[in-house]
């Protein structure tokens, strides 16, 4: 899977990266980044959708 | 928190009586499943639907947070509250990486150093009042740190914040008595003076805190003038002072009344993380925020006019059964929990990463020291409506 992040809608809650720091990061003003370059590995699909689904602001999609 | 300020949207659920504001979130069941929607006198429209709240979040354009959405006697807008896009983001660029996760992570040792000083002066008593002694004080504490302010600033800072958000309360009248607008009004003041003295200190000799970098602060080529920052600074007094307590005594009320939970945290420290997020859910201590329409237009089929004002009912969202369906469960092992505790949309609470920390420093420092504890018997816990805070709780150990 690939997991893409709305800039706009994004407004810095912080839980994406709070709950999958292997997959998601936090830029300089505490706003959301995916790390991982095209497909997420397998290992890490779990986490990644457990925090997609986190997010206040339905910001992030996880492409299957 | 919820929201930069820590809401401030007026007394709607001020005719609650006292089980209702400890246990608030039958009410908003009740509205959601009657008047989701609901006009009231003197405050606007009420929402308590995720829905309607998120559709207010999305759109800062329609629902504007500005100076008409809430009076608390500032004289320009405060920043970045009452600033609506797409102006605010530049005043969030300055703002947002100085309360960023890896930014407040630095102050760790100083919050669990100021908890544990708080703590020292009461854990042999075997009874405090948590409020006056834990609730109260941590949150200033932690602000004249990272403000670079002395601590011994306490009380004035304590005076500030109390005559802007409760002057009623202060001065023993209703809220809206000449001498209580008068009152908030000459606090207002003395908290523009108050900083406008501090910056002309900074001014003449920097230092390591926050009042020094605001005066260093640059976006779009432009530094951010002497109004602008007491304008930042009486936003936080009033947003990152209150907020932080009532959390902890909605916490603390919430843990005395389930042992089970208190016992689960002493057992197991590393669920500190997951009770702060469900009970910021389902406490929500800043339980709503107020917008303004800018345009006629509608929510939920209800018709809003131009001018009006909308209260979204954080906590309804929160306990929504079309978001969450077991919400009234309370539960530390949750796979999703989206709460807008914090607000949503542009305004979410600059500080909600600082207001997390301190209230995870605050549950571990807490249950290390002090395991066992429980309201003092024949005691009453009276929450006030809108922000969920305690003036006394009296508390008992082992």
């Known amino acids: 899977v690939r997991l893409e992040l709305d800039r706009d809608r994004c407004t810095g809650h912080g839980r994406c990266y709070t709950l999958a720091p292997e997959v998601f990061g936090s830029d300089d003003d505490g706003y959301g980044e995916v790390l991982v370059d095209g497909d997420v590995p397998t290992a890490l699909e779990a986490t990644a959708r457990t925090a997609a689904n986190n997010c206040p602001e339905r910001a992030i999609t996880v492409h299957d | 928190m919820a929201d930069e300020d820590g809401s401030y949207g007026g007394d709607v659920m001020g005719a609650m009586d006292p089980e209702s504001a400890r246990h608030p979130q ?93 703590i020292d002066a009461f854990v042999d008593r075997g009874e405090c009042d948590f409020s006056q002694e834990f609730s109260i004080p941590l949150p200033s504490q932690v602000f004249l740190t990272i403000l670079g302010l002395p601590l011994e600033d306490l009380s004035t800072f304590l005076k500030m914040k109390d005559g802007i958000i409760r002057p009623d309360h202060v001065v023993g009248k209703p809220r809206d008595h000449e001498d209580v607008v008068a009152y908030q009004r000459e606090i207002a003041d003395s908290i523009y003076a108050y900083f406008d003295r501090v910056l002309d200190e900074r001014e003449v000799e920097r230092r390591d805190d926050l009042l020094s970098r605001f005066l260093d602060a640059e976006v779009d080529g432009h530094s951010l003038s002497r109004e602008e920052i007491l304008d930042v600074c009486f936003l936080f007094l009033i947003a990152g002072l209150d907020t932080v307590s009532a959390s902890l005594d909605c916490f603390y009320g919430y843990l005395t009344d389930h042992p089970e939970a208190r016992q689960a945290i002493v057992d197991d420290p590393s669920i500190i993380p997951a009770v702060v997020e469900e009970l910021l859910r389902w406490e929500t201590p800043v339980s709503g925020v107020a917008r303004v329409a800018t345009v006629d237009t509608e929510l939920g089929g209800c018709p809003i006019k131009a001018g009006e004002n909308v209260m979204a009912v954080l906590g309804g969202a929160n306990t929504d059964e079309a978001e969450l369906p077991d919400s009234f469960e309370v539960r530390f092992d949750r796979d999703v929990n989206r709460h807008l505790a914090f607000g949503g949309g542009v305004h979410r609470c600059l500080g909600s990463h600082l207001a997390r920390l301190e209230l995870r420093v605050a549950l571990r420092e807490w249950h290390a020291r002090i395991p066992e504890y429980a309201l003092k018997p024949g005691a009453e816990l009276l929450y006030t409506p809108s922000i969920r805070s305690l003036e006394t709780f009296p508390m008992v150990f082992g």
């Open chain 2, 26 to 118: 039958p009410v908003y069941k009740a509205l959601r499943e009657t008047v989701p929607v609901m006009a009231v006198e003197g405050v606007g429209h009420v929402l308590t639907r995720r829905a309607e709240i998120e559709e207010v979040f999305r759109d800062p354009q329609t629902f504007s947070s500005n100076m008409d959405a809430v009076d608390l006697s500032n004289v320009r807008p405060l920043i970045p509250l009452q600033i609506d896009p797409p102006e605010h983001k530049k005043y969030r660029k300055i703002l947002d990486p100085l309360f960023a996760p890896k930014q407040v992570a630095l102050l760790e040792p100083s919050v669990a150093k100021l908890a544990n000083e708080l």
